[in-house]
Structures are given as C-alpha cells and as structure tokens.
C-alpha cells in the first residue's frame, strides 16, 4: 500500500518569514494531494491540493509543489502570519477505484509573533 | 448548508460499555469515512465506505463495526470499549477517493 512520510513534525518560524513542509510516497500510481490545516482543538481543513497533470498550483500566500519522478510534494507557506499555527497533514490518493487516501503524520508549525 | 455533523461532541465510557457515533453529510457526497486521531500518530483509517450500500475496513478496524444507513449517515459503533479506544474520531466525506475530504467537528471519547 501506499506510504506517506512527513517532514519535519515540527517547524518554527519568525512572522513573516517563509515556511515548507515536505511529504513523500511510495506509490508511482498516485495522482492526487490535498494538504489539510488544523487549528488546536478544530477539525481538518482542505487549504490546497494539486494533481499529478499540474507541476505547482498557488493560491495567495501558499502554494504547493510536484516531484512526480522523485516522489515528492511540498507545501510552501509565505510570509506568515501568527493565524497560520496549526498542524498541517499532507495525504497521497489515486482516482478511481476505492483507493483510500493515505496520511502523513503532521507538522505542527508555530509561527512566532 | 452545515457540512458534516457528528454526535455526540464529547462521551466517556466504562470499560466493556458500547456506544454509536453518529455521522450525516449534506453535500451528497458518494464516500464517508471514520478516522480516529491520536497524539504523533496523524489520521488513521477505521473503516470506509467508498458509496452507499459498501463499507470497507481501513488501518485500524479492531474493535469497532460501522453502518452506512443510507447516502446521508455513516455510523461508528464499539460494542465494548477499551481504554486503547480512548482518542478523537472523525467523519469525514468526499465526493470520491481523489476529492479533498470535509470533516466533521470530531467527538472526543474517553474509555476509563
């Protein structure tokens, strides 16, 4: 089955400095990875996912990058703010089928005021 | 539109003792899924059900039995807790497996 691992498990950052989080897997045959953010004590959030068709997707401060011969993808946080502290989860899918996605373990980032 | 609602928010248990947790969606999403979440370990898979009518056991299926009553509601059963049960659950749904996922708030649950 597939294998998510996620680094580092925990990052800390001044405000306004950048922030990349970094998730690999093992299955060639995925195509999908949604990023989730959750806030202390809240549920998982979708933020930004990217297909295997696509190198690198942006939305305002944060983007999201592809590797598919290395098997990687990051997230990439821009000048961040105190409201970005939270745990965020990387996961790995394939279409089709019943193919669960599968999870990294998280990286809890502590933006410093 | 509320998403996903879980009930209850909130439960302590006895050992031995059973209870349903409760899942619906509005979006009309064909999957649900119960996840369990504890310290260091992300989300883990209890069990799925990838459309209405199947159900599918995930990572960590020991213990707990699931219902997908209709395409609306997906419920989690334990019929007799353990403390090694004691964590926070998730429903979540999605339109399919490479669709992005909305939870549900979670229901902290407390086996002593």
New interface residues.
Partial sequence: GENVEQHP?TLSVQEGDSAVIKCTYSDSAS??F?W?KQELG?????II?I?SNVGEKKDQRIAVTLNKTAKHFSLHITETQPEDSAVY?CAA?????????T????TSLIVHP | NAGVTQTPKFQVLKTGQSMTLQCAQDMNHNSMYWYRQDPGMGLRLIYYSASEGTTDKGEVPNGYNVSRLNKREFSLRLESAAPSQTSVYFCASSEAADSGYTFGSGTRLTVV
Avoid: C, E, T, V
């Fill in positions: 498990s195509n999908y949604p989730y809240k549920r998982p959030q979708l996912d297909r989860f899918s394939q279409a089709g089928g019943s193919y669960i996605p999870f990294g373990r998280g």
